[in-house]
């Protein structure tokens, strides 16, 4: 990777913040202008979501990759390990530090600026279906990143990386976070698309279980993924 690594911690940092400040910030808006309509509400939410995520990955891949989430850093690395290609080990701890504390927060900037409460989520989340959902969405989300990185369709990863988080909105019934540090920071607002303290621990649990289920069927779909790990999600410059 050409960039520094200061210079991709800023970008993850960036990213993660504003990605947060997405999913909740248009969560506020959807309650405010459709109030009592929920279906509306996800509608108005995913869509904000998949096109914030295409445009963060588009502006900031080239720096960093554009991970904005723990459980694909720890992919890159695990999967690029023996090729020596991907981050290290001490890298994925950096980024998911970064990660976490931007979308920490991007979730106190967006209750700043639709002027609500800086408040804990009261909204409880781990049913059992919700936890084998973030399982179901983890998984394939990791799947589609390295499938495009091994048969060189990174170009793709903004469209298709959104849209897939966009559709696990519907077909998941955890709304699918697919991400640690998203889970975290959504804690910081007591809105439409916070989580609760006492969801994060199991939604994390499921999401690293997600973690490894993707990536043993990337390893079993596309052998030699490995080698092109340096250029998850987008190929720094």
């Keep these: 990777m050409n960039s520094s690594l200061p210079r991709r911690l800023l970008a993850e940092l ?28 996800l509608l108005e939410n995913s869509m904000a979501t998949v096109f914030g995520l295409a445009a963060l990955i588009l502006m900031l891949g080239p720096v960093s990759g554009a991970h904005f989430n723990p459980v694909v850093s720890l992919a890159d690395w695990f999967l690029g390990r023996r090729a020596g290609k991907g981050l290290s080990l001490g890298e994925v701890a950096a980024y998911s530090v970064v990660q976490i504390l931007g979308a920490v927060g991007g ?20 049913t059992g279906g919700h936890l084998v959902a973030e399982i179901v969405a983890t998984a394939g989300l990791v799947a589609l990143i390295f499938a495009l990185v091994r048969s060189d369709r990174g ?33 910081f607002s007591d809105t439409f698309a916070g989580i609760a303290p006492g969801s994060v621990a199991p939604f994390i649990l499921a999401q690293l279980v997600g973690l490894v289920v993707g990536v043993l069927l990337i390893l079993a779909l596309y052998p030699g993924v490995g080698d092109k790990a340096d250029d998850a999600v987008v190929r720094p410059g």
């Excluded at 993660?16 to 405010?32: H, K, M, P, R």
């Excluded at 990863?157 to 998203?182: L, R």
Aim: without cysteine; glycine residues 12%; proline residues 4%.
């Design 14 to 41: 960036v990213g993660s913040a504003l990605l947060v400040a997405v999913v909740v910030g248009s969560g506020i808006a959807a309650q405010e202008l459709s109030p009592g309509d929920t279906g509306l509400q």
């Design 107 to 126: 979730a106190a900037l967006a209750n700043v600026m639709f002027e609500v409460d800086q408040a804990i989520s009261a909204k409880e989340r781990a």
């Design 155 to 187: 170009a793709l990863a903004a469209p298709a990386v959104g849209g897939y988080i966009g559709a696990a909105y519907w077909f998941t019934s955890s709304t699918s976070f697919a991400n640690p540090a998203v889970t975290i920071g959504r804690v």
